[in-house]
């Protein structure tokens, strides 16, 4: 079967890996890139050997040739290319955070939906590797019915030298990194009826929230926290790892750091070691999330194939964009939200 061409739009920091993900992707290859940027254009159109190369979305549906499109440009610029996606009929991936406000959110995915193009976002977290290894465990009853978690990103790793933006916004960790963890939560525990956060800035060089606690109650009745900083200085930096506490009626789960995984149950304690590949073109400590844009890719491919529904669609994405939403109104008025009628 012939391979599904794409273009991809934003070459900016994070599209290095994605580019070199698509490489390896089974079944994919880019065949045209965008960005307003030239240098950044030149950059990844050099590196990567891509000889179509515009500076303007329109002006790259307009030549087509290519079967999706993969926007991996920062939020401001999301919705009006998914919309330019379903209006030229052509199914797209959107990086996180999926969009603005939850009102574009829920536009864009009725903009795919009316044009019967399909959507995902690229809320890759919970396609690494030890993200995985917790979900199979849970799914083969490991520890009988969860009823608490814990999700924990905390760490004083320098985000800001590569990604600068993010000490910019009004908002930082909940929307940039927080959306991840809250995914995961989703992901493993179910989907969220009501939360309740609070929320910190520690860093006095940038303008948002570095720490945020969150309170989920699931609507299977578990409860779990989702605790981000990036205001914590440990004696061994965890960047860029999800530690998981998960309790269940049989017995524990526990991920912690350097990708450990014990479980315990009526039959004794297993460990295992659930390190994510290296991957050819990856470095540590970011190999965890590169491999999990290979998985996601991959996933695209393959879905799209057999015509059936992503893991991470854009209807499935805005349950867990609602949970941002939710968690700085909480942090804002102090009160708890109630997240099933925000959707
Ligand atoms: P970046 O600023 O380094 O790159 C964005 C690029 O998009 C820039 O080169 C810019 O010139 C280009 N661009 C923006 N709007 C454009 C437009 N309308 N037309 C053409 N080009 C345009 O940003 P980044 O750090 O690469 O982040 C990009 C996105 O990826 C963000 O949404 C970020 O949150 C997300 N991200 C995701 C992960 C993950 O693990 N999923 C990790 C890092 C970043
Ligand atoms: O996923 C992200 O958007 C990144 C990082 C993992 C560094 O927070 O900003």
């Known amino acids: 079967m012939t391979g599904l061409k794409g273009a991809l739009i934003g070459c900016g920091f994070f599209a290095i890996n994605q580019m ?10 880019i065949v045209a890139i965008c960005d307003r940027d030239p240098e950044r254009l030149k950059l990844v159109g050099d590196q990567f050997g891509i000889e179509r190369r515009y500076s303007d979305a329109e002006a790259m549906f307009a030549d087509g040739g290519f079967d999706f499109f993969d926007i991996a440009t920062t939020v401001q610029s999301h919705r009006a290319l998914v919309e330019m996606a379903a209006r030229n009929k052509i199914p797209a991936i959107c990086q996180k955070p999926f969009a603005k406000t939850l009102a574009d959110a829920k536009a864009m995915v009725e903009a795919c939906r009316a044009a019967g193009v399909a959507l995902m976002v690229h809320e890759n977290f919970r396609w690494q590797t030890p993200i995985q290894a917790v979900r199979k465990a849970l799914d083969a009853g490991a520890i009988g019915t969860p009823f608490w978690g814990r999700f924990s990103f905390r760490s004083g790793y320098d985000v800001f030298s590569g990604q600068p933006y993010l000490a910019e916004g009004e908002r930082f960790i909940i929307e940039d990194l927080g959306i991840h963890t809250l995914d995961i939560a989703r992901y493993l525990l179910g989907d969220v009826s009501s939360l309740t956060a609070r929320t910190k800035r520690v860093n006095p060089e940038i303008k948002g929230e570095d720490v945020a606690t969150i309170l989920l109650d699931h609507e299977n009745g578990a409860t779990s926290v989702v605790d981000v900083s990036y205001a914590t200085k440990l004696p061994k930096e965890p960047f860029p790892e999800t530690l998981i506490e998960l309790d269940g009626s049989e017995g524990t789960i526990r991920l912690s750091q350097g990708y450990g995984l014990e479980i315990t149950n009526g039959r004794g304690t297993t460990v295992m070691d659930v390190s994510p590949k290296l991957l050819s073109w990856a470095s540590r400590p970011w190999h965890n999330i590169q491999e999990s844009v290979y998985a996601i890719e991959q996933h695209w491919v393959d879905q799209l194939r057999r015509g059936a529904e992503h893991s991470t ?8 964009f609602a949970l941002v939403e939710a968690a700085y109104d909480s942090a804002a008025r102090g009160q708890t939200i109630d997240v099933r009628a925000m959707l």
Not at 313 to 320: F, I, M, P, Q, R
């Open 20 to 29: 070199h993900a698509w490489n390896d992707v089974d079944g994919a290859e």
């Open 313 to 320: 669609s854009g209807a499935d994405n805005l349950k867990t």
